[in-house]
């Protein structure tokens, strides 16, 4: 019987549960969240869809009970505060470092052999700060941002080129940033055909453009941050980890000599199964990738030297 705790009733963590519930990932989603009410008025909300949808998932929803979380599979952490019009990812780190810490020791003492998914931002940062501050195996640290990146390239693939999403595969790498990730145009098909027999120059480069920007320009939209893909993105991880999909999916993970990175937390492709990371996978990359992704790891990393100058570490 499965179990998987939200950490964070707001709009991912509600969406996040919402696909779990609905797609019958999980036998019981519990929502956690600081404000009293939040969790189990949108729990209530979803189990009231249960019989117009067709699922059989219980969905909880707690105020800061975290004995409610006991025996969790998988943790997804979505805490902290979201980006506003104009804030980079980055900016946050002060703020949802101690936030993203204490939940997560949190729940460690309820559900100790838990995988965990961090969607809080900056996520790359974030997710190395789970890894360190806790001492857990790097196979139970996942960051779900690649995941959320490469869908987001995938979308503007289609809309260059006209067609059914589900026909396009693309995959992003590097940090979780609008000036960190590397969508890789030369990796990208459409029915198993380079996108580039299909695309001009000009209109790829503004597919990746427009991909790097992506959150941004929802942000801009929205005047908070994306939900609906996040939330799905961080279901999606866990639904390879609870089915053991061994899923090749781009994920944040923590690097010891693979890619020529260490002691980093970033986006690569990687399997994942009922244990978490089961492998990272090398797609070599070219010249122009591979210096991309030294200066995309340098930007990560200097984000995460600011948890040692707030004391997070």
Request: glycine fraction near 10%.
């Amino acid at each position: 019987m499965a179990k998987v705790t939200v950490i964070g009733a707001g709009n991912v963590g509600a969406t996040c549960a919402n696909v779990l519930a609905f797609n019958k990932i999980a036998d019981t989603v519990v929502m956690l969240d600081v404000k009293q009410g939040v969790a189990e008025g949108k729990a209530i909300d979803m189990m009231q869809t249960a019989q117009t949808l067709g699922f059989e998932t219980t969905v909880l929803g707690v105020t800061n009970d975290y004995a409610a979380t006991a025996g969790s599979d998988v943790v997804i952490v979505t805490s902290g505060i979201p980006r506003k019009p104009g804030m980079t990812r980055e900016e946050l780190i002060g703020t949802n470092a101690g936030i993203v810490k204490g939940v997560v020791s949190s729940c460690l003492q309820y559900s100790p052999q838990a995988i965990f998914i961090i969607i809080s931002n900056p996520m790359d940062t974030m997710t190395y700060l789970t890894l360190k501050a806790t001492g857990l195996p790097k196979n139970r640290v996942i960051g779900m941002g690649g995941t959320l990146d490469s869908s987001r390239f995938k979308y503007y693939l289609s809309q260059a080129l006209k067609a059914n999403p589900s026909e396009i595969e693309g995959i992003v790498i590097g940090g979780h940033g609008d000036t960190t990730m590397i969508p890789l145009k030369r990796l990208a098909t459409y029915n198993g055909i380079p996108v580039s027999n299909f695309l001009a120059p000009d209109v790829l480069d503004k597919v990746v453009a427009d991909t790097m920007v992506g959150g941004a320009t929802l942000t801009a939209l929205l005047g908070t941050s994306a939900w609906y893909a996040p939330g799905a993105a961080g279901a999606f991880v866990a639904a390879s980890i609870i089915n053991d999909y061994k899923r090749l999916i781009p994920c944040c993970v923590y690097l010891e000599g693979e890619y020529g990175q260490n002691d980093i937390c970033i986006g690569v492709p990687a399997i994942i199964g009922r244990n978490g990371v089961s492998s990272i996978v090398d797609i070599n990359l070219n010249e122009e990738e591979k210096s991309l992704f030294e200066k995309s790891a340098e930007a990560v990393r200097k984000t995460n030297d600011v948890l040692k100058e707030i004391n997070a570490l």
